[in-house]
């Protein structure tokens, strides 16, 4: 018998184990938000004991199992980036059959590298490797700021209070980088903010938020940002740039008369013959770009889930 939200947290997670981390955060974070919250009105509301009051309130919820199976029917079936169960659907979604995994995709490799085109999430991927050079210079100046006005101030009383700012909005900017990963990339992060318990003071919810060390890899997420939106936004931008200048290369030398480069005083130019392979060239190379941009987002994406998702 379940005694505690404690145990029935524990309980969840065990039933969870091989779900993706996201996925696990989310479903306990929902958890403990309606059970503490139910508890604490059942007991206000009534002369009832702890216990009697939460055998209650997960009759009406769901056992660990049931809502365990709810949130693995949801993952398996709506992989939209703010689906999450609601809470007066659980058991009808444990009872509802798990969609079976995705068939990996066996269309011919010539089909696949020309359709990526009409693919969202190649699109999509590419929009947030261009983004992250704003995001991450917004990441980086307020991590560093945070970082270093709150080392000042900690010989003063107001050091901490600025510190425990700076913390939780890195815990709040690492939930909306989720979010943005998830809808751009499809890589599957948080959808909710963790529980924070009520009956719990500001000195033990700083305790908490300062020990935790995913608290630190959002912060370091957030330093690391814009290095990395640098190097993605130079990096593509010239690829993009280069494969248009290919596909341009007979508008600009036979139209406008600008050879390939000049020595001296003589401008070298494409042969005519070389010219459709040029073009064709620059072509491909933007197919290949997509497709390596898929592979950039997908790479960031994990990274992303391993600093900003609790163990």
Known sequence: MIN??????????????????????????????????????????????????????????GTPGEIAAAYKAVESSSP?????????EVKA???????????????????????????????????????????????????????SVSAGLLVLIVGLPILALFLF???GIALLEGRLVEALTGIRMPRRPLFTRRDVGWWQKFKNVFTERHTWTAVLYMILQMPLGIIYFTVFITLISFAGYLIMKPVTELVWDMPTFVIGNYGYYTPVWLMPLVVIAGILLLFAIMHLAKYTASLHGMMAKSMLVRE
Request: glycine letters at 4%; aromatic letters at 12%.
């Open 80 to 88: 939209l980036a703010f689906a999450r169960p609601a809470r007066n």
């Open 4 to 61: 505690s939200i404690e145990k029935y947290l524990a309980e969840l997670k065990r039933e969870l184990a091989g779900s993706d981390r996201a996925t696990v955060q989310d479903a306990l974070a929902d958890a403990e938000e309606y059970l503490r919250t139910a508890l604490d009105n059942a007991i206000k509301d009534s002369p009832t004991s702890e216990a009697d009051a939460l055998a209650a309130i997960i009759e009406k919820y």
């Open 93 to 147: 979604a444990a009872a509802a059959p798990v969609a079976a995994t995705p068939v990996p995709d066996t269309r011919p490799f010539y089909v696949r590298f020309f359709g990526v085109f009409a693919e969202p999430r190649a699109w999509g991927a590419l929009i947030y490797l261009l983004l992250t050079l704003g995001t991450g210079i917004a990441y980086f100046t307020w991590a560093v700021t945070g970082l």
């Open 169 to 171: 909005s890195a815990r």
